[in-house]
């Protein structure tokens, strides 16, 4: 595997898995280079983004080293990207950016065009007779709102959606699914409650 310039310490952003020591597969970071962000404005606009992994620091914690990647997008209908990580916008929407190399894998969500307002689902007793459907657009951020008493939103098999607690009175962190598809959840605490988020 290349190595290329080390450029910061993993303290200083990004996310990664298992260390570079050892038998387990290397997780990737995947980060827009020189921005914190990784939107686009509009369609026809650019985003660099490179592949770095988590290598052990000399004095102890560790670094992340860029290294040469494949590149891949979950949508081109919105973003393509090519060898080099350069993202190019073709329409609003929301894409998945995998970087490759090796066995390790990385990836980056990346939008274009403003952010959907965030779509609340009430969830209360009433989903035991009469189960919640909401239908929302890929890359739309989600979440639920419990007015009655506390319930859990827990997926009927694989996230997503991820499970969180929806505490009386309470609105919950949003969940943004990039990944078109209808997903069944139900509470926990109360098993009748059904809902079932559609992401087109």
């Known amino acids: 595997m290349r190595r290329l310039l080390l450029v910061f310490v993993a303290a200083c952003g990004g996310s990664y898995s298992s260390s570079s020591t050892g038998g387990s597969p290397q997780a990737l970071v995947v ?14 606009g650019t985003l660099q983004l490179a592949a770095y992994e988590s290598v052990a620091g000399q004095y102890g914690g560790s670094t992340l080293l860029q290294v040469m990647a494949s590149w891949s997008s979950s949508d081109t209908a ?15 929407g929301t894409a998945v950016i995998m970087a490759t190399t090796g066995s390790a894998t990385g990836q980056a969500t990346v939008t274009v065009g403003a952010t959907p307002a965030a779509v609340t689902i009430e969830w209360n007793l009433g989903a035991q007779t009469s189960p919640v459907s909401t239908t929302v657009a890929a890359g739309t951020p989600v979440r639920w709102h419990a007015s009655d008493t506390d319930h859990t939103v827990v997926a ?10 929806v505490n009386q009175g309470t609105t919950t962190p949003t969940q943004t699914i990039t990944t078109k598809g209808t997903y069944h959840y139900h ?13 087109e």
């Open 31 to 44: 980060q827009a280079v020189g921005t914190q962000s990784s939107a686009i404005a509009a369609p026809g």
């Open 78 to 92: 919105v973003a393509t990207v090519d060898a080099n990580g350069v993202v190019t916008a073709v329409a609003n």
């Open 156 to 165: 009927d098999n694989t996230p997503p959606p991820a499970t969180v607690a």
């Open 187 to 199: 509470c926990s605490i109360h098993p009748a409650m059904m809902g079932t988020l559609v992401v």
